[in-house]
């Protein structure tokens, strides 16, 4: 249940296979990110790849001695650039793998093209999503719905990729959905419709209890990403924005030239693997302990090394010293950059407030706190329309609301009309109205006992109180306890007893926060393994454009 | 190591720990030592016994790699892929298959067998043709005899048949008139029609009567050569449509070309591309193939060599220095090598009129890229080797650590032996027959036979043995022996199956307690350190245990008491090698050997690089290559300690013919200094020559200072000291200039300040030294 580890084993796999000799990499524009998450390119570089290549690249010359490895999504138009490819092939082999099932028609075209017999493989390996963590893959498609419907030309883009997910961890699941979204049904049906399709390739070594895959949607929580997060990875995310695991720091005031783009991958940096998960203070202090370290071995830049002895000692720690500087300026860097930010944007102030507003009920606190953070000039005309959004989630139907003044508020401060109208956009998308599961006010006597429990042990830390609405669902999944009636099984079979492997897949989209948590389930939970997807991985930015792209579907 | 898993069932004092030889106990330091030490001494005695071992070790390292996931000290080769979990705890996510995949080879195959079937027979048609119409002479024979010749190839299309070009869809009329392709008989209009020039239908269909030849050549063996279709064609003229189109007959003659259509053009084309490339092997494929050739055996050999120079650094007796410094030598040469060979990759076409394609020359860049990592990977982790004296020190701190540790386990045992011997009479049942209480199913069935076998040898050897089903086995297999030796086959089969579920059991315990021990690690950060030992203490009992299990028991060899000094004694030991200027013994011994050795590499260097055109490459690749100022610095000079003895022995003339030609002068410096560098030293340019305020110079001119009489000369000692000075001061300017291009690469610039100051220091040491022995 590795997914990170499922796409690298692939394309080791794709590489071994194809022998000694000089290779080149031909994939498309999507492949080419699902590659580049899983390897780097000192790394495939060992594997003797030497060149990179877009199969619709025009800029190709014949290089006869070089075999080609084709790791390509099984579209139309990656076909028929194949078949040209084929009828004049620039590479003396090739390997052809295919990201998904690809029909057998196609195969007989391609196979009526290879007239030169280059082709010396034709597979699928079920690598169709991008890995970003060991537990979290992401579809990185944004715009999946039109009103509270499937893009046409979406679902089976997502199908194809849950489905490879799937065959890549070797997992036949029964599925559950919210029942609460059309749009999770019609997906759960797809993916079962795959399922019976191809049940060849799901035939799999059955395990005492089966898989679950489940499905949510987004709307059913749309306050978790409109949180500031804490954590490095989600911070990162939120702040910088992370793509591809790779972050831009080019508007970075001063920032070295060398560092205008950074990699932050947990498969090759030590240091960010230790510290995904963890927050900013935490992150803070490991930062200091590095720089520490490194102030250590670092050669003492006026002091002569007076004797061959001090030479040599020097040498021999030359190589873990350059090792570090690299990781140590560019988390510097980063972290750096991370604090700038977050005192600039007065995100402390705004977070606590966040952090109120989606876990303590007292509204006239709340009113009063948001009222005064959209005073401040400092903050930020994104986090004060996200404070305002918050707002409007979570008090939406209260009786003494001050939306409508908050939202004059909003335009006093000079707020654009188009944020403000996401204001209205996030109400409709995530409102009350919509929502499958009770994500604010618990209504049941053990979630209310549980929160009193909560107040009266007080919180750890303000910044981090909200739990994402995926915790207690999964929680209660793992427990058996989630309700039939809000997450029916597709089929008549239901799982008796308690999940082993789960996969949780988001419409819409997940968040950096929610991977924590399944995160930390994993590691509390022995024996379960839990692997969380969606669509996308979010930032408030893209909740925003989600929750505005819906709005205008939707009105159309 | 002992401390924290104490050994249950102690016979004696003597107490077997650190990588031990199952077959000799030979003590070795490192596993991967063990584990060439017993493909090197005992790879003839048993080969099951060695499969058997080899299987159980992997699968204890795997295990303890995938729980611990950390490289031990002694682990500096890592030849499996390590992942990196992202964070997340890796006992969780159990080893994981490939996921599911599905080949459509088969199907495609099938659906490209009728296609290539088709384009062959379609290709070898018009090459048949093609050469029966080469066949005659074109020029010597009229247009209208040429033409009757021409269309009993191939019957013509009609010309009624086609009013408009199937090319170009023109009408024909008189002025645009039909044309024939010879090779197919349709119809195109002239601006669709091609010609095959007489040379490359000639050049095509020599290489088609070769191919034809040629036994089972692919997709062609249908045709029974080139005279066969010849008679099979002929009777087809009968088709040929007898009207000639009048206009035809205006045609001009084709001396020297054979008309076409665009279709049969592009396949002939096609095939003739095919052929060309078949034998053609680019420059950049046979250098790459050296390229990889260096590389695996650096790949081969450094391995080798660091184990060697750990295991020297330690103070063993394993391996000799000298050994170990050829060792070194040779895996610098491959660095070198490789160096060179991505280098000419890299520069490869940069000279031709017509550059060669962007993309041909990123995949050199490329190529040159990966090379430049893998020797700064593995050449940075190459690590240096103790001078003589320093040997000798470590060898004798590590014969007093051995010592001591030896008296101390003796009087542990003794104590031990004390406590055991009350302890003894508390649990008589554990030590009679080793069943302990949590083994399941201990086959006692044995004795309800009435055949009674004896558990010999058990006892004298549990003390090796701490787990009881490690002791259940061996007791099987004592009785299996005993049982096979009194013919009771139907107590074999019973036997062996139980000794099969035993192993298995034993198996399935040790992963599982494996897991365990991963879970508490976890937990328990602080105890890592003593459960890993553990494992190692496993990972030992499993290959004693594969040993005893199939070898002789009645060969039991006392424990060697120096066995006991495990990887203990080694970590203790200082390994930190501190430089001595006094390496007599040393260059002594590898003195003589040192002249045979250099001049074949000298001369290896020497022929490929002639100075000229060196130069020239020089230059055009400081103009073109970006990469060729980060060339200087990884430049290895293992040789020129060669040099320097050649120097002393041929005397200055010839040495200096030697520097003019050696390879490892800096590039750039010869760029600068031109023809002038020859008698100069390569390690004089960009220093600046002032010697003084050199913190070098004292220290290093003390020792041989104060030894080196200037009459001495003709006396070995003092000469020799300087010169492993030397190769050690080479060394180290090695080294540095790898990181300086490292620091240089990553753009960090006060590290290149900081490192090329110590290169000019070393350098000018170095030069100081040598104006001393000259």
């Keep these: ?70 790791f390509l999504r099984p579209t139309k138009e990656n076909v028929e650039n194949l078949i040209q490819e084929l009828r004049r092939p620039k590479y003396s082999v090739y390997f052809i793998y295919f990201s998904n099932v690809i ?220 090792k570090m500087s690299g990781t140590v300026s560019k988390h510097v860097t980063v972290v750096g950059e991370l604090s700038r930010l977050v005192s600039e944007r007065q995100l402390m102030e705004v977070s606590e407030v966040e952090q109120e507003l989606a876990c303590q009920n007292d509204h006239s606190n709340a009113q009063q706190n948001v009222r005064r ?18 707002y409007a989630l979570r008090y939406e139907r209260h009786s003494s609301s001050i939306l409508s003044s908050l939202m004059e508020e909003l335009n006093r401060r000079g707020v654009s009309e188009k944020y403000r109208k996401i204001v209205q956009a996030m109400i409709d998308y995530g409102g009350k109205r919509v929502r499958g599961s009770d994500l604010i006010t618990p209504t049941d ?90 669509t996308t991985i979010h930032n408030t930015k893209s909740e925003r454009q989600l929750s505005e792209e819906n709005r205008q579907t939707g009105s159309r | 190591m002992a401390s924290g898993y104490p050994p249950p069932f102690e016979g004696s004092a003597e107490v077997k720990e650190g990588f031990l030889c199952p077959l000799c106990l030979k003590d070795l330091q490192s596993f991967y030592q063990l584990q060439d030490h017993y493909e090197e001494e005992h790879s003839g005695d048993n080969r099951h016994v060695g499969g058997q071992i080899k299987s159980l070790v992997q699968k204890a390292i795997k295990a303890k790699d995938k729980l611990l996931k950390r490289d031990g000290d002694e682990r500096t080769e890592t030849s499996y892929e390590s992942f990196y979990y992202g964070g997340v705890d890796p006992y969780m996510w159990e080893p994981q298959e490939l996921g599911a995949t599905r080949s459509h080879l088969d199907l495609f195959k099938k659906h490209r067998a009728a ?64 044309h024939h392709c010879r090779l197919c008989g349709s119809i195109m209009c002239r601006k669709c029609m091609e010609f095959v020039p007489l040379p490359l239908a000639y050049k095509l269909t020599s290489s088609t009567r070769e191919a034809l030849c040629v036994p089972g050549s692919p997709g062609k063996g249908g045709s029974p050569g080139a005279g066969g279709p010849v008679v099979q064609q002929l009777p087809r003229r009968g088709s040929i449509s007898s009207l000639s189109s009048v206009s035809s007959v205006l045609e001009e003659k084709d001396e020297d070309r054979i008309r076409c259509c665009s279709h049969c053009m592009d396949a002939l084309l096609r095939h003739q591309h095919k052929l060309e490339e078949k034998d053609h092997v680019p420059d950049i494929v046979k250098l790459y193939e050296r390229l990889r050739m260096c590389m695996e055996k650096v790949d081969e050999r450094a391995p080798e060599y660091i184990r060697m120079a750990e295991s020297l650094n330690a103070g063993e007796t394993t391996y000799n220095l000298e050994t170990a410094g050829g060792l070194r030598l040779e895996v610098q040469k491959y660095y070198e090598h490789i160096d060179a060979l991505s280098k000419k990759i890299l520069t490869l076409g940069l000279k031709d009129e017509v550059q060669p394609h962007p993309k041909t020359l990123q995949l050199q860049r490329m190529v040159r890229y990966s090379a430049t990592l893998f020797v700064q990977e593995k050449l940075l982790g190459l690590m240096s080797l103790p001078t003589k004296e320093k040997y000798e020190e470590l060898k004798e701190k590590r014969r007093e650590e051995q010592e001591k540790r030896i008296q101390q386990e003796r009087q542990a045992a003794l104590e031990a032996q004390k406590r055991r011997s009350e302890m003894e009479k508390n649990r008589p049942i554990l030590s009679a027959n080793g069943d302990a209480p949590r083994l399941a199913q201990g086959p006692r069935m044995t004795k309800a036979g009435g055949w009674l076998p004896s558990s010999d040898a058990v006892h004298s050897r549990s003390r090796e043995l701490d787990d009881p089903l490690l002791q259940q086995i061996n007791n099987i297999e004592s009785f299996l022996r005993q049982a096979r030796a009194a013919n009771r086959t139907d107590e074999i089969a019973m036997l062996e199956e139980n000794l099969r579920q035993l192993q298995d059991e034993f198996d399935a315990q040790q992963t599982s307690r494996a897991i365990e021990l991963s879970q508490r690690l976890a937990e328990e950060e602080s105890l890592q350190q003593s459960q890993l030992q553990y494992l190692e203490q496993r990972e030992l009992e499993s290959k004693l245990h594969t040993r005893e299990r199939s070898l002789d028991f009645g060969e039991e060899k006392n424990v060697e008491e120096h066995g006991v000094t495990g990887s203990n004694s080694r970590e203790d030991l200082n390994v930190s090698p501190v430089l001595s200027p006094l390496l007599k013994t040393q260059s002594i011994k590898s003195f003589p050997r040192l002249p045979g050795n250099s001049p074949p590499l000298q001369r290896d260097e020497r022929t490929p690089t002639p100075p000229a055109g060196e130069t020239l490459n020089s230059s055009t690749s400081a103009s073109l290559n970006p990469f060729d100022e980060d060339a200087t610095p990884i430049e290895e000079d293992p040789t020129n300690p060669f040099s320097e003895e050649i120097q002393k022995e041929h005397g200055q003339a010839s040495s200096r013919k030697n520097k003019e030609y050696n390879p490892f002068e800096d590039k750039e410096d010869q760029e600068r200094e031109g023809k002038e560098s020859g008698p100069r030293n390569p390690f004089e340019d960009d220093v600046d020559n002032d010697d003084k305020g050199n913190p070098f110079k004292e220290t290093s001119n003390q020792t041989p200072a104060a030894s080196t009489n200037p009459f001495d000369e003709d006396d070995d000692g003092p000469a020799v000291d300087d010169i492993i000075e030397e190769e050690l001061l080479l060394q180290q300017i090695d080294n540095i200039r790898a990181y300086i291009f490292d620091a240089k690469l990553s753009g960090r610039t006060d590290e290149v300040e900081l490192l090329s100051q110590n290169l000019r220091e070393l350098q000018s040491t170095l030069q100081e030294q040598k104006r001393k022995t000259h």
């Design chain 1, 445 to 534: 006597a053990v979630a209310i006992t549980k929160q009193f429990f909560k107040g009266l042990k007080g919180v750890e830390n303000v910044y981090t109180q909200h739990q994402p609405l995926l915790h207690d669902t999964l929680d209660q999944l793992i427990k058996g306890r989630l309700k039939d009636s809000q997450f029916p099984y597709l089929g008549p079979s239901s799982l008796r007893d308690r999940p082993q492997d789960i996969i949780v897949f988001i419409i819409g989209g997940a968040t950096y926060e929610e991977a924590l948590t399944v995160y930390n389930l994993n590691r509390t939970m022995p024996g379960v393994r839990i692997v969380l997807g969606g």
């Design chain 1, 1 to 70: 249940m590795n997914v990170t580890l499922a796409v690298k084993q692939y394309i080791s796999k794709m590489i071994e296979s194809s022998g000694p000799g000089m290779k080149v990499l031909l994939m498309d524009k999507e492949t080419t990110s699902i590659v580049s998450m899983v390897y780097t390119q000192s790394e495939i570089l060992q594997k003797e790849v030497y060149l990179f290549e877009r199969i619709d690249s025009q800029n190709r010359d014949n290089m006869k001695h070089l075999k080609a490895i084709c």
């Design chain 1, 103 to 322: 029909s057998k028609s196609e195969v007989k075209a391609l196979a009526e093209a290879d007239e030169q017999e280059v082709v010396a493989e034709v597979q699928e390996f079920y690598g169709d999503f991008i890995a970003v963590n060991p537990h979290l893959f992401s579809l990185n498609l944004q715009g999946v719905a039109r009103g509270r419907s499937w893009e046409p030309t979406v679902l089976p883009r997502v199908t194809q990729g849950l489905t490879s997910v799937l065959l890549s961890l070797k997992k036949c699941p029964m599925i559950r959905y919210q029942l609460s979204s059309d749009m999770a049904k019609r997906l759960a049906e797809s993916v079962k419709q795959i399922i019976t399709k191809e049940y060849e390739l799901f035939d799999f070594r059955k395990t005492e209890v089966p898989p679950l895959l489940l499905i949510l949607d987004r709307s059913d929580d749309a306050i978790t990403p409109l949180l500031n997060q804490w954590t490095y990875q989600a911070m990162v995310h939120e702040l910088l924005c992370l793509n591809n695991n790779r972050i831009d720091l080019s508007r970075v005031p001063g920032i070295n030239k060398d560092l205008k783009e950074v990699v932050l991958s947990a498969e090759n940096d030590e240091f960010y693997a230790n510290n995904l998960y963890l927050n900013f203070g935490e992150i803070g202090t490991n930062i200091k302990n590095l720089m520490e370290d490194f102030q250590k071995k670092r050669p003492k830049g006026q002091q002569k090394l007076e004797s061959i002895t001090d030479m040599k000692a020097f040498v021999d720690n030359y190589p873990q010293f350059k």
């Design chain 2, 115 to 178: 296609r290539i079937d088709h384009y062959v027979i379609e290709v070898n048609k018009r090459i048949i043709r093609l050469e029966k119409l080469t066949s005659f002479d074109r020029t010597n024979m009229d247009a209208g005899k040429i033409r009757a010749l021409e269309k009993s190839v191939v019957p013509w299309v009609s010309d009624q048949d086609v009013p408009f070009c199937p090319d170009c869809g023109g009408k024909f009329n008189i002025r645009n008139r039909r």
């Design chain 1, 373 to 390: 953070l959209l005073q401040n000039p400092r903050v930020s005309e994104l986090d004060a329309v996200r404070l305002v959004m918050l």
